[in-house]
């Protein structure tokens, strides 16, 4: 049995399978984490180990990244309920809306204002290949196009050649 | 089996326990953590849950920390051996010498060349309490006073309040 689970640990894939047949939760399981270890993924992890495998539906790490539609919520509210005492950042995994039902723009408003993109673009590469981009944007308070601007920066990654067409809610996936 | 398993994993103090009665190595934990979980110590963290530990000889947690006298070796072959592909930093615990037999200033001469401090010493607090100093140190190549400098920086992480004295050998631990 020993030897088994030595097994089941060789790598952070066998992790998950390991954790699927537990009955340990993802949550107690980055509860036992030894001191030190912070979850501070670099750009082509978030991309290539959490985006690619959300959109595609694949069973995922345990890692800190929740499911929120942020623009459906208040963002000092969001902020309450997620933000970990000691981290800087949080992670959520969001829908995209469109802003026009025949246009490609997405919406950028929330409950108590709007985001607004800040800087280029940029590309991220994973051997040599584009596998995603990483959108800087900024969050103003109040109603487009008169609201103030807060320290808030929110970083978009997505994942570049999309499969095929998914349902209209479910367009892209956004960090 | 599962059950207890799960009562294991409960908090990272089990997770040495679980560890220890596994035959599951401490490399092969770290292998097995989820994409994005980085040693990012907070100090703290280096402080309180490592340092410590270590001087006083308790079990301690997986980490990417080595056992390494850096003064012993040329610094070119410890970041062969021992830098991580990916990351910035290595950390180390090493033991300090002194630099005369009747004196207290410690030994910072290398196989090929010597630390030297630089900026001010600062103090970290843990829960209001002064616990340690963080001195940061700046690598010389070549024979004190001329040695060329370098672009490789220490940060020597010391305890306060020392337990009883120790042998000289071990009279004081370094990341």
Same mark, same amino acid.
């Given at each position: 049995?020993e ?12 992790? +998950?399978?390991?954790?699927? /047949?537990? *009955? ?7 509860? /036992?984490?030894p ?8 750009? !082509?992890?978030?991309?290539? =180990? @959490?985006?690619?495998? *959300? ?8 890692? $800190?990244?929740? =499911?929120?539609?942020?623009?459906k919520?208040?963002?000092?509210? +969001? ?11 949080? @992670?959520?995994?969001? $829908?995209r =809306? ?8 997405? !919406?950028?408003?929330?409950? =108590?204002?709007?985001? !607004?993109?800040?800087g280029?673009? *940029? ?12 959108? /800087?944007?900024?969050?103003? !308070? ?8 807060? /320290? ?11 499969? $095929? ?11």
């Amino acid at each position: 049995m020993e030897n088994q689970l030595s097994m089941q640990f060789d790598s952070s894939n066998d992790l +998950i399978h390991y954790l699927n /047949s537990s *009955k340990l939760s993802h949550d107690e399981y980055l509860k /036992s984490l030894p001191p030190g270890f912070h979850f501070r993924p670099t750009e !082509k992890e978030l991309i290539v =180990d @959490y985006l690619m495998k *959300k959109i595609k539906n694949e069973k995922m790490y345990p890692s $800190p990244i929740k =499911d929120v539609d942020i623009y459906k919520f208040n963002l000092e509210n +969001i902020a309450d309920v997620y933000k970990v005492e000691g981290e800087r950042e949080m @992670y959520f995994f969001t $829908p995209r =809306d469109k802003k026009y039902k025949n246009g490609q723009r997405p !919406k950028r408003t929330t409950i =108590d204002g709007y985001w !607004k993109p800040t800087g280029a673009d *940029k590309t991220i590469l994973h051997n040599g290949e584009a596998v995603g981009c990483d959108k /800087s944007l900024v969050f103003y !308070k109040g109603k487009p196009p008169c609201g103030v601007k807060t /320290s808030w920066l929110m970083h978009e990654f997505r994942v570049n050649n999309l499969p $095929p067409r998914q349902r209209t809610h479910e367009d892209d996936m956004r960090i």
